[in-house]
């Protein structure tokens, strides 16, 4: 008999143990990730949320808008047995919300026996504004006249903190710079190789809630012509520069087929690294004045000079040249163009050994083909101040300097930014009225 009980009372004990494992073996609250989990949001944001529960499971989720003492229900969802995980993204476009603060407020719960059955449960809540207005831009530059393959500048006026901002032209996007008088400085580009009817420059706005608003300007334009240029290869080029390409080349062959690589796909890779480098750039502008060219030097090759490649007679090739060629004496001395910091200093496909230096806004200058560097990455230049020596690295066939002038990585024409009338009407005016 005592046996029988001694028996029954393990069994109950074991029993209670069990239960107690059981009641007690999920304990946790699911894990609950709003993102964005704060911030200004649109009914266009995205909202997604990530829950997880690795123990029971999760069992359902209720999510509530809270504003101005209402509440909005905005989900409301169950999940089958041993669901593990679970991503919702939430739509704000069907609720009528007010401009300003409200709370996302999220409730999980999951499959497990604690709390008498009732699981575990998760409540958060996440603050936000709600903002539908679209940013307001007003623009204050009134001239803008570019010619095909120049420069422009315009400056405007925004009443929100933004995300985003800028000049978009078709495909291309010029970002824009807050100064420190809380305007706004843009510069951007009339590409050489863009359609009259393509070139419509819009002034954008995203803020930080994505809605977005553009602002035309006023502009005129002037048409330009560029040369066309042939140039015969000969066997004693191609071979001269065949070893310098030869480990930079798959599977490299015959001169000719090492200079059609680097001519065309390797000049692609180097004109991406230009668009990279821009978003380097500084916020103000560094330069100071005119920029210093070359002294003594003869033009070579001009801007944006579209150039046919001939080998024995037949054309092979063609590129557009993207700077200036100017021709001084061997290992010439290469002054800095203007103010700035040095970006790159290394060796870059057809530009061989060159430099690139930041001016602030996006405004970037390229010195290519020299031989000697005599600054580094990093160091802060004056204009005039000497980067290094000529040379005829890269695909160079003789001894000059290659410079170009980009705006956030289009090519645009150095003659302006050599020009002093047209900086100080065009670009320095602007900067100064509205600082």
Known sequence: MKSIKKLLLLLILFGLIAATVFYFRDTASPLVTLTPGTGTISHKTPLFLELNDQGMGLKQVQVTILQEGNRLLLANQTFPAQTKNARLELNLSSLKLKQGGLQIEIIAGDQA?????????????????????????????????????????????????????????????????????????????????????????????????????????????NNKKFRQRKINLSNNFLQQKAPEFESLVPEAGEPLEIFLYVN??????????????AKQTTSTPLWQGSFTRLPRSS?????????????????????????????????????????????????????????????????????????????????????????????????????????????????????????????KNNIDSKLTVNH
């Open 299 to 423: 033009e070579l090759g001009l801007f944006a000079d579209y150039r046919s490649y001939y080998y024995e007679g037949k054309k092979i090739d063609e590129s557009v040249h993207f700077g200036f060629d100017l021709a001084s004496v061997a290992q010439a001395e290469i002054p800095a163009g203007n103010d700035g910091e040095v970006l790159w200093a290394d060796y870059l496909g057809i530009y061989g050994l060159c430099i690139v230096i930041d001016h602030g806004l996006g405004l970037q200058t390229l010195y290519a083909h020299m031989s000697q560097f005599d600054v580094q990455v990093g160091d802060m230049v004056v204009r005039g101040q000497t980067l290094g020596r000529t040379g005829a690295t890269g695909l160079a066939g003789g001894d000059h300097l290659h410079f170009g002038v980009f705006v956030s990585g289009v090519a645009v024409q150095p003659l302006e930014w050599w020009d002093k009338s047209w900086l």
């Open 264 to 277: 065309g796909e390797m000049r692609r890779q180097n004109r991406a690294k230009m668009v990279e480098l």
């Open 113 to 221: 026996v604690y709390h008498l059955g009732k699981g575990n449960l998760s409540q958060q809540l996440f603050p936000f504004t709600y903002d539908t207005r679209p940013p307001i831009i007003s623009v204050l530059s009134k001239a803008h006249n570019l010619t095909k393959g120049g420069s422009g500048l315009v400056t405007y006026r925004l009443n929100e903190d933004v995300e985003k901002t800028g000049v978009q032209i078709g495909n291309l996007f010029f970002p824009g710079f807050q100064q420190e008088s809380e305007i706004y400085a843009c510069l951007f580009a009339y590409p050489f190789d863009m359609k009259d009817a393509d070139f419509v420059p819009r002034v954008v706005a995203h803020d930080l809630a994505g809605n977005e608003r553009q602002a035309g300007i006023y502009y005129h334009t």
